[in-house]
């Protein structure tokens, strides 16, 4: 089955800890998203990479860095600058838009990792 | 002003109503529509795009008004299993972030039996 996983499900860190959230997909899709999503609010862009070996900030990047050393992979740390890390945090990926300037296509997420620093 | 902005409810509907969001986009530049539904606790799923002409998914149908810049979402004969948060998603429509989806902080829908 074609899809995105994520892991582990659940992570508690402590204080001062880096901590890395796994993310793999098997859609060959070339884009691929982290979000972070706080109770009650949208989902908010932190990283995301359209090829291998390039990504690019999001909107609250300050204190998280990623890697896209492979197509399939695109894992997130959560550094300890990083002041309020307890979320959900969404990966996700997508085909790339098939012209520059054009629609974009949707993207498919998985199931996500909850962080909660103790 | 929100670049996307819905109303977050919740709204409560009976089995069988027929219910209605709206959502606000600011960007006039924006291309890309969306809707997805994110249960409690889970990841967003597509629910549909939303075109220019409008488009229609067995009870659901969604519109978009370009004049007036917005998409809604039109749920008939709800279901309990309707139950969840509805996500308004639009691509950023500066030059800046034509790249990225810009997700609404959703609407609630509750469907008592």
């Known amino acids: 089955d074609g899809g995105i996983t994520q892991s582990p499900k659940y992570l508690f860190r402590k204080e001062g800890q880096n901590v890395t959230l796994s993310c793999e997909q098997n859609?060959?899709?070339?884009?691929m998203y982290w979000y972070r999503q706080d109770p009650g609010q949208g989902l908010r862009l932190i990283y995301y990479?359209?090829?291998?070996?390039?990504?690019q900030k999001g909107d609250i990047a300050e204190g998280y860095s990623v890697s896209r050393e492979k197509k399939e992979s695109f894992p997130l740390t959560v550094t300890s600058a990083q002041k309020n890390p307890t979320a959900f945090y969404l990966c996700?990926?997508?085909?790339?838009?098939?012209?520059?300037?054009?629609?974009?296509?949707?993207?498919?997420f998985g199931p996500g990792t909850r962080l909660t620093v103790l | 002003r929100k670049e996307v902005e819905q109303d977050p409810g919740p709204f409560n509907v009976p089995e069988g109503a027929t219910v209605a969001f709206n959502c606000t986009y600011s960007?006039?530049?924006?291309?890309?529509f969306f809707w997805y539904r994110q249960d409690c606790r889970k990841e967003p799923k597509l629910l549909m795009s939303?075109?220019?002409s409008g488009n229609e998914d067995g009870r659901f149908t969604a519109q978009l008004n370009r004049a007036s810049q917005y998409i809604s979402l039109l749920i008939r004969d709800s279901k309990l299993s309707d139950s969840a948060t509805y996500l308004c998603?639009?691509?950023?429509?500066?030059?800046?972030?034509?790249?990225?989806?810009?997700f609404g902080q959703g609407t609630t829908l509750q469907v008592k039996p």
């Open positions: 960007n006039s530049a924006s291309q890309s």
């Open positions: 939303v075109y220019s």
């Open positions: 996700a990926s997508s085909p790339l838009r098939p012209m520059s300037g054009g629609p974009l296509n949707e993207q498919f």
């Open positions: 990479s359209q090829i291998v070996n390039d990504f």
């Open positions: 998603v639009v691509n950023g429509g500066s030059p800046s972030n034509t790249g990225k989806l810009i």
């Open positions: 859609l060959n899709h070339d884009a």
